[in-house]
């Protein structure tokens, strides 16, 4: 069983009674810990199946063919493939191989919009990536009109503001098994994350530590939910009374596992402003700052693949 809440957030979804109530338990749970489970999020489990089937077939690849969709194909999308130790961790190689994903879009001139990379050898992924994109963001704005009702702001407020057309990140991970007798080995180190709302489908195997008040605690999988957790980003624009909290992933499972973060943050070239009852705060702590979302989400993905980075400025 988890030590972090497990909310029914069902009436944020619908539109029907009890959102007020759904909204006090999100509220309770971003300034404990800042993560919690949710559960009646509406998206069908033949999709989650699907997609985890299809990253499963992706990931038995060998890495040759991998290759085929490396990010370095993805030019400034910053989209595809990369292997094991090729993503940083506070300067460190996590143990972890993984697909970046976004919304999908014509090629332009910014960075981290594109289309996406897609294995030939596994078509089916294409189309589960995208179905899920589609549901998540539906499940991210939700949450979020669960999170404006918590802070005594309307229930569009981020949706008709903020995220009227979020920046939408998607990743898979795959995980092999993690050396049982090192301690210092990670899957990914301890972090916390930059935006708004993380929406993250584990498979059954476990592995994600979150460090709460009491210290760090296991938050295992539970069937048909997703944890879910707030980033920097909402922490800075509630002046810290909501909490972005440090995390971290080992694999002890002795298998290998999957995870499916969903990103949903701000949009690319929203300043974003503080909020209403926090009167000159900045998102970021910062009297003068005068930038948008994405120059602040670059500066941090460069730090993740510097070497990347450096090939695109």
């Not at 949903?264 to 929203?270: A, H, K, T």
């Not at 009167?279 to 670059?298: A, M």
């Amino acid at each position: 069983m988890s030590e972090l809440p497990i909310i029914d957030v069902s009436p944020l979804v619908t539109g029907g009674p009890g959102k007020e109530a759904v909204a006090e338990e999100i509220g309770a749970a971003c300034r404990d810990s800042g993560f919690f489970y949710i559960r009646g999020h509406g998206v069908p489990a033949e999709l989650i199946d699907r997609l985890d089937a299809a990253a499963r077939r992706f990931f038995e690849l060998p890495e040759d063919v991998k290759n085929e969709i490396a990010m370095e194909r993805g030019g400034r999308a910053w989209r595809g493939f990369f292997p094991v130790g090729g993503e940083l961790t506070s300067g460190l190689p996590d143990l972890k191989e993984g697909i970046y994903f976004g919304a999908e879009e014509p090629p332009g001139p910014l960075p981290l919009h594109g289309p996406n990379l897609f294995p030939a050898q596994v078509p089916e992924l294409r189309e589960a990536v995208l179905e899920y994109l589609d549901r998540m963001t539906q499940v991210g704005q939700s949450v979020m009109a669960g999170i404006a009702l918590s802070l005594g702001l309307d229930e569009d407020y981020f949706r008709t503001g903020y995220t009227a057309d979020p920046t939408i990140l998607f990743r898979i991970f795959h995980y092999p098994p993690g050396p049982p007798d090192d301690p210092d080995t990670w899957g990914v180190g301890e972090h916390t994350d930059y935006g708004l709302l993380t929406l993250l489908l584990q498979d059954a195997n476990g592995g994600l530590q979150v460090h709460t008040r009491g210290g760090w605690v296991e938050a295992p999988p539970v069937e048909g939910t997703f944890v879910c957790n707030i980033g920097d980003m909402l922490d800075k624009l509630t002046g810290g009374r909501y909490r972005s909290t440090p995390h971290r992933v080992r694999n002890l499972s002795g298998n290998e596992r999957l995870s499916f973060p969903f990103f949903f943050d701000p949009g690319w070239d929203s300043e974003v402003p503080p909020l209403p009852y926090a009167p000159g705060r900045r998102w970021d702590g910062q009297v003068d700052f005068t930038g948008t979302y994405g120059e602040y989400l670059l500066s941090k993905v460069s730090k993740v693949f510097p070497r990347l980075f450096e090939q695109q400025i």
